[in-house]
């Protein structure tokens, strides 16, 4: 059995493999014609977010049983292809769910308080404490679309900052929302009420531009916006035009509808903060995915079990 790794990712993940006795290569960077030539020798494939696993890819891996995502998201894979061609794709949904909470609630913190601006102001000499006048989250709404592992862990850190918590996830059981104590709502009367919005979705064609112009006509005067989650699900477009309206006060993004990141008046509007899709970037979030991913390898190659599927297979071809 043999298993390419074409992202970079923990060297855990082929040590695991290699334990199993499974042949582990690592080719990174990779572009899709180099990967059709080589991908017909593997039985799995491992990625991140940097390889699109295009159809021409999937057609070519003969051997190929699982694409292996080492994170969330997989809108990097074709995934209707290998759904007709019966190969599993997977993603780790649990090992990053806390580096990417914590990223969310870091820049939820930082649009409530200046510290992006006063940090430059005082490196460049000045001293000026009139114009960086923050704002509390206590007593704010945050509300949340998608109640997943990272979005429950958003909530529940923000309820503990006392703001009111509501949700809008049609997939989420009303026991569960319950047991957090938060209000179910709708997609409009979030869009409405919201103080700070923050989605937690995967990026599909009912999530793409979820939020686009029509959402920000009927938001608060002085909404905030974050995404930690996917680029796209946001109208980068539209959300430019709000701030420079000032119907959005100001936004924190970590994800793009390109990346890097091609809408350079958004990226650099002072209202603005950016990171660059640093959302599961922590050392702990890429050992725990590339350990998942790798056991999700070990046990589809070794005993058939698929772990994870984010596509429609229900057993290895």
Do not use: C
Request: net charge negative; no cysteine.
């Amino acid at each position: 059995m043999k298993v390419l790794i074409a992202d970079k990712i923990s060297s855990k993940a082929k040590e695991l493999l290699e334990k199993h006795e499974i042949k582990v290569d690592e080719k990174v960077g990779l572009n899709e014609e180099e990967l059709i030539k080589i991908i017909p020798e593997y039985e799995a494939l491992i990625v991140r977010s940097d390889t699109i696993v295009t159809a021409k890819i999937l057609d070519a891996g003969k051997k190929l049983k699982i694409v292996g995502r080492a994170g969330v998201g997989t809108d990097n894979i074709d995934k209707e292809k290998a759904t007709q061609l019966g190969i599993v794709v997977e993603n780790t949904p649990f090992g990053n769910t806390n580096a990417a909470a914590e990223h969310t609630l870091t820049l939820l913190m930082m649009l409530a308080k200046h510290i992006v601006h006063s940090n430059e102001s005082m490196k460049n000499g000045d001293w000026d404490r009139k114009s960086f006048k923050g704002t509390e989250l206590k007593g704010k709404t945050l509300g949340l679309i998608g109640f997943g592992n990272v979005g429950s862990k958003v909530g529940l850190v923000a309820k503990a900052l006392e703001m009111k918590v509501i949700i809008y996830d049609p997939f989420v059981k009303d026991e569960k929302l319950a047991e957090f104590g938060f209000m179910r709502s709708s997609i409009e009367d979030l869009i409405k009420n919201s103080d700070y919005i923050s989605p937690h979705v995967p990026l599909n064609d009912q999530t793409k531009n979820m939020i686009d112009k029509e959402q920000f006509s009927e938001m608060k005067e002085g909404v905030r916006i974050l995404n930690v989650a996917r680029g796209g699900v946001i109208n980068e477009s539209a959300l430019l035009d709000a701030l420079n309206s000032k119907k959005v006060a100001a936004a924190a993004l970590d994800v793009y509808s390109d990346e890097p990141p091609t809408n350079t008046d958004l990226i650099k509007h002072n209202s603005v903060i950016v990171t660059p899709h640093l959302g599961a970037s922590t050392k702990e979030a890429q050992e725990n995915v590339a350990l998942d991913v790798a056991e999700q390898i070990v046990q589809g190659l070794t005993n058939g079990e698929i772990m994870f599927a984010v596509n429609d297979v229900k057993e290895l071809r």
